[in-house]
């Protein structure tokens, strides 16, 4: 089993930044892919970007150029600094590991609690 937990989450005004990390325990694994999932009230889950195991990276377009996710393997951590955040981007943000990198949610075994991100116009 491996445990996730997600942090950083929190309230920004438009146009400001936030790192969200994610850190993991239990029978954790490099070969991991980790990913970054989104749910906004009422929308179904999200895909936001994942990472592999070697640092190849997938991001969804909507983030692209604003997101930069990065992992850290000798601390299981895996982190998503967050720019040029926009009222859209406000959702809970779920914190994934699984054997490849997809952008599907069922590819990914273990998940965190989330962690609330709240955008102001």
């Known amino acids: 089993q491996v445990q996730l937990v997600e942090s950083g989450g929190g309230l920004v005004q438009a146009g400001g930044s936030l790192r969200l990390s994610c850190v993991a325990s239990?029978?954790?694994?490099?070969?991991?892919?980790m990913g970054w999932f989104r749910q906004a009230p009422g929308k179904e889950r999200e895909f936001v970007v994942a990472?592999?195991?070697?640092?190849?990276?997938y991001y969804w377009n909507s983030v692209k150029g604003r997101f930069t996710i990065s992992r850290d393997n000798a601390k299981n951590t895996v982190y998503l600094q967050m720019n040029s955040l926009k009222p859209e981007d406000t959702a809970v943000y779920y914190c994934?590991?699984?054997?490849?990198?997809?952008?599907?949610?069922?590819?990914?075994?273990?998940w965190g609690q989330g962690t609330q991100v709240t955008v102001s116009s």
């Open positions: 994934a590991a699984g054997p490849r990198n997809s952008f599907q949610s069922t590819a990914y075994t273990y």
């Open positions: 990472i592999n195991w070697n640092g190849s990276t």
């Open positions: 239990g029978r954790t694994s490099s070969n991991y892919a």
